[in-house]
């Protein structure tokens, strides 16, 4: 468990305090549990909310055996399919956004002003963005570059 926390919380590039603030939690008590001290249901649930996860992978007593801390690969693992199943989500989302939007602002300029052409714009510098965030969505995935990593270790 001790790995685990610390794993998620470095992966967020976030101190201890910063895990406090986010989680409710008090500095010390995010210490204990990554020294290896068990947490109680309370605290499995600020740091499941702070993690974006479920509470249950906080409460499973891990002791320092190799079958543990490939329990804890797997949940990495778990968790990371999890985010990348949420960011494909999100960039769908992205795209509808994109096409309701976009398919507005040129319907609204070709109807009101249709000898300048404006809309190519917003159509081109979103589509880089939302290009991006294809990308990161579904080619680059630093989370299971950081898991393959630790499994050969």
């Given at each position: ?27 010390r008590t995010i210490q204990r ?12 649930q600020a740091l499941a909310a ?10 499973s007593p891990v002791s320092q ?89």
């Amino acid at each position: 468990m001790s790995d685990l926390v610390k794993s998620l919380r470095r992966e967020k590039g976030w101190t201890q305090e910063q895990l406090a603030d986010i989680s409710g939690l008090s500095v010390r008590t995010i210490q204990r549990i990554e020294k290896g001290d068990p947490c109680a249901l309370d605290t499995a649930q600020a740091l499941a909310a702070a993690f974006d996860t479920k509470a249950d992978i906080f409460l499973s007593p891990v002791s320092q055996t190799t079958e543990n801390d490939e329990d804890i690969l797997t949940q990495l693992q778990k968790l990371n399919e999890q985010r990348q199943l949420r960011r494909r989500f999100k960039f769908i989302r992205h795209c509808i956004t994109y096409i309701i939007i976009n398919a507005f602002l040129a319907t609204l300029n070709l109807i009101q002003s249709p000898e300048n052409i404006w809309f190519i714009y917003p159509l081109f510098g979103w589509g880089l963005g939302l290009a991006l965030h294809g990308v990161k969505a579904f080619i680059w995935n630093w989370e299971d570059r950081i898991c393959a990593y630790m499994q050969k270790k």
